[in-house]
């Protein structure tokens, strides 16, 4: 059975920190891209970090470059996304995604609120 569960999230004040991990389990990790994605309320699902299979290449967008990482950890099936100095505008439900050819998997998602 595929899994992607993402504890790790909850509240935190503007311009602290946070990480949170997405656990993959059921499917090949190594081989999948993985990409963090967000949705605040409102708004439509936007692309937040990508990651390629073998953690070599990254990809952000403008909104958190230079202030987020992702990062993966193979071994552990689990990709990271590390939160500095998030803004109240990062406020939203954080989703893991997995993708490899035609197959993709999306986790439950995780609330991110931002706020002092």
């Known amino acids: 059975q595929v899994r992607l569960v993402e504890p790790g999230g909850g509240l935190v004040q503007p311009g602290g920190s946070l990480r949170l991990s997405c656990a993959a389990s059921?499917?090949?990790?190594?081989?999948?891209?993985m990409t963090w994605y967000r949705q605040a309320p409102g708004k439509e699902r936007e692309l937040v970090a990508t990651?390629?299979?073998?953690?070599?290449?990254?990809n952000y967008a403008d909104s958190v470059k230079g202030r987020f990482t992702i990062s993966r950890d193979n071994a552990k099936d689990t990709v990271y996304l590390h939160m500095n100095s998030p803004k109240p505008e990062d406020t939203a439900v954080y989703y893991c995604?997995?993708?490899w050819g035609t197959g993709e998997y999306w986790g439950q998602g995780t609330q991110v609120t931002v706020s002092s």
């Open positions: 990651i390629t299979s073998g953690g070599s290449d990254t």
């Open positions: 995604n997995a993708r």
């Open positions: 059921g499917f090949r990790f190594s081989s999948y891209w």
